[in-house]
């Protein structure tokens, strides 16, 4: 066992359940696309119509919350890993 790994019946997470992640990134064309394609290649069944969208207060940058089904902590974790490395991502949470 990897030390980080957690026994499922230590995680705060039942699988599957809804997970909000939080990305922001700079307010250009594409955006938004870029990023549910990426959480579509993790969650097939995510609705666009769901992505919640706050914009910052000056208009340069672009908050999405995207509500995946997660099915396991390490889909999390690579989800993570792939928002974090994407070029427009700015913050992933």
Known sequence: MIPHDIPP?????AYPS???IKVMGLQVEGFVEAMIAVAKQFDPG????TVERRP???GRYL???LT????SR???DELYRTLS???MVKVVL
């Open 9 to 13: 019946e230590q995680s705060l997470i």
């Open 18 to 20: 809804a997970f909000p």
């Open 46 to 49: 995510l609705d666009p119509a």
């Open 56 to 58: 910052s207060r000056g």
């Open 63 to 65: 908050g999405l919350t």
């Open 68 to 71: 995946i089904t997660a099915t």
């Open 74 to 76: 390490e889909q999390l």
């Open 85 to 87: 490395t994407h070029p």
